[in-house]
């Protein structure tokens, strides 16, 4: 960390798009449990990332503060979950320390532009700029400085696609992002059905994302599971390169289960 990024934002976020330009995959995993211990354990695992989940959780926004300021300070890349996007919830979590910004169920094009105008400054966004904050350090290394390092090193944007169809085509949909992430239990669902069912349409819906990200130059990513060759097979995702494995909660679960016997 230097005087010019205080947190390590600006390096984490350089550190994961190199690895997902090259290749990776990174592997991390939802929080949706509060408090500092999960941030903590995360941090401690190995894990390339982290995302806090603002959908499918109890969590407030200032807990995720919190645990963004932690986990930036603990090294542990942080992006937060949206369901929507409120531009100015979404710039209070970047300026908190979150490395970027993952969106779900994206159906149109017109949700990643006003993702993309949430997370960059003017003239090509309209966040509001204020220096006032720990990724700013406060101010102390000026206004042109953290503008140039923003520009430098933006947000990640994550776009989850997870239904059948979308409002617009996926080439449309993936403009500007840096991931497009399968939601693969919403996609299940939202093409009718079971986890019995034969996987070949999901395996379907997958392809023609992978497709997308591909002639877009977008990295490919995905909820599993469990991190194992046969989970990313069902789901399509072998050649994810942004794996959300989980959640703590889940992983939780999973260990007790483990400890009195049960699978």
């Keep these: 960390m230097t005087a010019r990024d205080p947190l390590g934002t600006h390096r984490a976020r350089r550190r994961l798009r190199m690895a997902l330009r090259d ?4 592997v991390g995993t939802f929080l949706k449990l509060p408090g ?6 995360a941090a401690r695992s190995g894990l390339d990332f982290v995302v806090v989940d603002l959908e499918h959780s109890a969590l407030d926004e200032r807990t995720v503060t919190g645990q963004l300021r932690l986990a930036a300070t603990s090294g542990l890349p942080a992006l937060v979950r949206v369901p929507s996007v409120d531009p100015g919830q979404v710039n209070r979590l970047l300026e908190a320390g979150a490395v970027g910004v993952q969106l779900s169920t994206v159906r149109a094009s017109a949700e990643t532009r006003a993702l993309a105008d949430a997370v960059r400054y003017a003239p090509v966004g309209r966040r509001s700029i204020s220096l006032a904050h720990p990724v700013a350090g406060y101010g102390d290394g000026g ?6 390092a923003e520009a430098a090193d933006p947000p990640l944007l994550v776009a989850q696609i997870e239904t059948a169809t979308t409002d617009d085509p996926l080439s449309q949909l993936l403009a500007g992002v840096d991931v497009a992430f399968v939601g693969t239990t919403d996609l299940t669902v939202s093409l009718g059905l079971s986890a019995r069912d034969d996987p070949a349409p999901l395996l379907a819906r997958t392809g023609e994302v992978a497709r997308a990200a591909g002639a877009a130059g977008v990295a490919l ?3 599993v599971s469990r991190h194992s060759p046969e989970a990313l097979a069902r789901y399509g995702l072998t050649d994810a390169r942004y794996l959300v494995v989980g959640s703590d909660l889940q992983l939780l679960g999973a260990g007790l289960r483990g400890l009195v016997g049960r699978s």
């Design 221 to 223: 990513g995905g909820w």
């Design 23 to 26: 290749g990776g995959p990174l």
């Design 143 to 148: 206004l042109d400085a953290y503008l140039a």
């Design 36 to 41: 500092a211990d999960p941030v903590a354990l």
